[in-house]
């Protein structure tokens, strides 16, 4: 018993000081989503359509429906109905042409939805990639989440070596049900690696150097960020899609950028 108390004792201890560590760094980006009706548009715009991966859904720009702040929290709401040809709606918000990150770290607290076909996600791309394409402008998944894997959740990197061939690295903890609650989804981003988090868990490092294929300096660069829930289909990393689980709610309760 006295072991187990000191282990809790240096756990709080550990939160304590990663908190004062969080508080010393400058704010450079935050919303805590304290308002109500479209997210702010001075920090965020849209994807709009049927937008990758031959996801279903039609992504919407400034629709209530599917993108609203309400009781404290942004809501990404995935609906079944005919949409401009598309049987699905949902939505993507995105910082580009608003806000690029360099470094920092990058933490959102959110609640994913459950069920088969859910695949929400918080995720960056390279600020260049209308110039230089995809994945030559890189790729950090902060958090990605399928409901066919309901325990588990993914953190990857992907990025193209310097004969542009693709790449990808990253890793998948099983962390319980992480549908049943808020959970702190997080990166530090410095100028030798990429470390990833889930809480106070440190479950990813991708160093550069390290790297069986060199990334350049593609994560040296600025990148935006990007909320989404996509819906899954047969084939590819979210499907299959189980409709009954529709309407399905994506909450997050804020999103910080420190330097």
């Known amino acids: 018993m006295k072991n187990y108390q000191l282990l809790i004792l240096a756990l709080l201890s550990l939160n304590v000081v990663k908190a004062q560590e969080v508080r010393k760094r400058k704010l450079i980006f935050s919303d805590e989503f304290n308002y109500t009706g479209l997210p702010d548009s ?5 994807e709009q359509g049927l937008v990758r991966n031959k996801e279903p859904q039609y992504y919407t720009s400034k629709r209530l429906e599917n993108a609203r702040v309400e009781n404290g929290n942004l809501i990404l709401e995935a609906r079944k109905e005919d949409y401009n040809g598309a049987s699905y709606t949902s939505a993507s918000l995105i910082t580009l042409g608003k806000k690029h990150f360099r470094y920092g770290r990058i933490e959102v607290k959110a609640k994913v939805p459950k069920g088969l076909g859910s695949w929400p996600a918080i995720w960056m791309l390279g600020e260049n990639r209308q110039q230089v394409k995809w994945p030559n402008c890189g790729e ?18 992907h990025y193209a070596d310097s004969a542009a061939k693709y790449h990808y690295v990253g890793e998948k903890p099983k962390v319980g049900a992480p549908n049943e609650d808020y959970h702190i989804y997080a990166i530090e981003w410095n100028k030798k690696g990429i470390t990833f988090y889930i809480d106070e868990l440190k479950y990813f490092v991708f160093e550069y150097k390290k790297a069986a ?18 819906l899954g289909r047969q084939g590819n990393l979210g499907g299959p899609l189980d409709d009954n689980i529709l309407p399905l709610k994506y909450e997050v309760d804020y999103v910080r950028v420190y330097q």
């Open 42 to 46: 001075s920090k965020w715009t849209y």
């Open 140 to 157: 950090i998944d902060i958090l990605e989440y399928v409901g066919k894997d309901s325990t588990q959740i993914y953190g990857t990197v």
């Open 213 to 230: 294929y060199n990334p350049g300096d593609t994560f040296k660069k600025p990148f935006y960020l990007l909320l989404n829930l996509a």
